[in-house]
């Protein structure tokens, strides 16, 4: 019930319920829940939704009703019906990998839409693969869940490793992560067929970052575990793709990487060769995200797809700007800006554009280099990264780039702390407008 409909159902009730929620003073406010009585125990409870078509509105139910089987008493709207199986799988979450739930939650009884199903296991995708500490989700894991990914959908991948990706001329990939005891690899994956729309889906696979030798602080350090939540979304868009069956051809590139300290590790100061051709002096080594992005951006704008999508665990100054709820979306195509930006408000999946402001390229000039990948500004920290991906795509070249935080803080309805899915929906629903889904 919400609270304006609460009124009317409560006064169908019967006297001895009506004063059971009185004394619970229960309004159904958004977010409680009410159990109610029966003769045999509890006959069934009533659950407080502000907006019935709001999927988180519906998140805390399996974890506020006693486990068990649960179906709706009243019809509901397909609409509402679609937000309530959303928010009960994404409420029902626990990473349960190294410890067990402390309780099963409440089932949703009755069968489920194909496609929520298949958004819900995309969500849990980015979850689990963020929540995993690098040491076992390291470079070579994260190749190893691509891969069982590709065999279940009839995908061919490629994988280069360590030195081969100097052989292959990805070097900037190679430089961020040769100091790691874990070889830096690109992981390449096709599907579909090739009568339809190539859409080319990169994700930063950064599988810990120390910062490098201009290295973090600890409290900085602490969850950099989910430094490949870019990947994360990448790979789990991905298989979205491929278990719909949407008509698009992708090609998904995930450049996998450990940032580490060592004595090989790049270098404050020096200047790296890129695909593109473009040289990068290194202006801090914690800015290396852009630096393995470079690369595999220009390997996909090479294959001249009909749209880019990145997604990237990039900046600490869109936590700035927007918090940690509101992914930065930057684009230099206004049209699939706009498509993503109305599919994030129709599934409350939401995310904000920002500006790709090419002045600021100032900010990245070098005196040595023919770009650097940082500078000793404040100003506009979130943009100049982007500005630094937009100059290894070519102007006619559709591309988006998603700044996401990937993580949640603290506990909500259908937002457990740890790794989160961030308009990652919101996509999905906007490929699936394009593409005819």
Known sequence: ATPATYPAWRDQQTPAVQAWLQAQGFTAAAGTHALLPGSDGLAGAVLGVADLHDPFAWAHAPYALPAGDW????????????????????????????????????????????????????????????????????????????????????????????????????????????????????????????????????????????????????????????????????????????????????????????????????RPGEVIATRKGISVEIDNTDAEGRIVLCDALAYAAEQKPQLILDFATLTGAARVALGPDLPALFGNDDAVANDWLDAGLRTHDPLWRMPLHRPYLRYLSSGIADIANGSNTTMAGCITAALYLDRFVPNDQPWAHLDVYSWNDSDRPGRPAGGEAQALRACWAMLKARHGG
Not at 92 to 118: C, E, K, M, N
Not at 128 to 153: F, S, W, Y
Request: proline fraction near 5%.
């Open 71 to 266: 179906r709706m008493a009243d019809a509901i709207d397909d609409q509402a019906q679609a937000a309530l199986q959303l928010g009960w799988g994404l409420g029902s979450y626990r990473f349960t990998r190294y410890r067990a739930a402390t309780r099963a939650p409440a089932r949703l009884v009755g069968a489920i839409d194909a496609d929520i199903a298949a958004q819900i296991a995309a969500c849990i995708r980015v979850r689990d693969l963020v929540n995993t500490p690098t040491e076992d989700m390291g470079p070579a894991d994260l190749e190893a869940v691509t891969r069982e990914i590709a065999q279940a959908h009839g995908a061919d991948i490629d994988v280069l490793v360590g030195d081969d990706l100097l052989l292959h001329n990805f070097p900037a990939i190679h430089a961020v992560g040769r100091a790691s005891h874990r070889d830096p690899r690109l992981i390449v994956l096709h599907w579909g067929d090739a009568s339809h729309p190539h859409i080319a889906i990169v994700g930063k696979g950064v599988c810990f970052d120390t910062g490098g030798l201009d290295v973090k602080a600890a409290a900085g350090m602490r969850n950099m575990k989910k430094d490949m939540g870019g990947a994360a979304h990448a790979i789990a868009l991905a298989e979205l793709i491929m278990a719909r069956r949407l008509p698009v051809r992708i090609t998904l590139l995930v450049p996998a990487v450990e940032n580490a300290l060592g004595p090989n590790a790049y």
